[in-house]
């Protein structure tokens, strides 16, 4: 491949190194309006977007919809808390992955066992314990990229010389196009397993309905609503 490419390979994966999380100290402890909400998202997970200049982090509209169907509980007297906060963020990195169904059956459990204050261990223990695999994570990551890289690199060396650079950047691409259908396709699978165990669960003590009902109508809304 071109020195370009790989001079942007190297420049995005040191990119990693400064990326940053949102970490639950950096959430204010007072209760937020929906316009200090989209506020404080859109100034802390900016450098994520694609294009950080026009796209919306999240709208009053996705927040709405997220409440309607039960991904976040209701805010009350129209403010939001530290723990809404910090399960929007989990919902802006899960939704361009999962549907609003999926999400759904990921952490409805977890707001039932940690929002507010219902467990010694609480919501911000969960986020701080998730995001603390952040550095090792993201350095098993940069690995990966380089070795598919070089593999890429030394592909189709009996292809025309004229070609060769866009077919091992094509190929470079498939590879990590790839590699994000077979985790999407075990995170759907692990997340099916989790919904039937929870069903089950369900129907032996007689109760759940309504936790189907929800994750029916939040799997029949369409993408674009939370995107």
């Given at each position: 491949m071109t020195i370009h490419t790989e001079d942007?390979?190297?420049?995005?994966?040191?990119?990693?190194?400064?990326?940053?999380?949102?970490?639950?100290?950096?959430?204010?402890?007072?209760?937020?309006?929906?316009?200090?909400?989209?506020?404080?998202?859109?100034e802390h997970l900016k450098s994520s977007a694609r294009y950080p200049e026009q796209d919306k982090i999240l709208t009053?509209?996705?927040?709405?919809?997220?409440?309607?169907?039960?991904?976040?509980?209701?805010?009350?007297?129209?403010?939001?808390?530290?723990?809404?906060?910090?399960?929007?963020?989990?919902?802006?990195?899960?939704?361009?992955?999962?549907?609003?169904?999926?999400?759904?059956?990921?952490?409805?459990?977890?707001t039932e066992k940690y929002f507010g204050g219902q467990s010694a261990y609480s919501l911000e223990d969960v986020y701080n314990e998730v995001f603390s695999f952040e550095e090792t994570q993201v350095a098993r990551i940069k690995e990966d990229i380089r070795r598919e890289y070089t593999e890429s690199a030394h592909a189709f060396n009996g292809a025309p010389e004229k070609d060769r650079d866009f077919l091992r950047?094509?190929?470079?691409?498939?590879?990590?196009?790839?590699?994000?259908?077979?985790k999407r396709l075990l995170?759907?699978?692990?997340?099916?397993?989790?919904?039937?165990?929870?069903?089950?669960?369900?129907?032996?003590t007689?109760?759940?309905?309504?936790a189907r009902r929800r994750r029916k109508k939040g799997a029949q809304t369409p993408p674009e609503a939370h995107r």
């Open positions: 942007l390979l190297n420049s995005i994966l040191e990119s990693f190194d400064r990326m940053k999380f949102v970490h639950a100290e950096d959430v204010p402890d007072i209760d937020l309006y929906m316009d200090q909400v989209t506020k404080f998202m859109g009053k509209t996705m927040i709405n919809n997220y409440a309607k169907n039960d991904l976040l509980p209701p805010p009350v007297r129209k403010k939001y808390s530290k723990e809404h906060m910090l399960l929007l963020i989990f919902i802006y990195y899960y939704k361009g992955v999962m549907s609003i169904g999926d999400i759904q059956t990921l952490l409805s459990p977890i950047l094509f190929s470079f691409i498939c590879m990590l196009s790839f590699d994000v259908y077979v995170i759907e699978k692990l997340l099916d397993s989790m919904r039937e165990s929870e069903e089950k669960s369900e129907r032996e007689g109760e759940g309905g309504k």
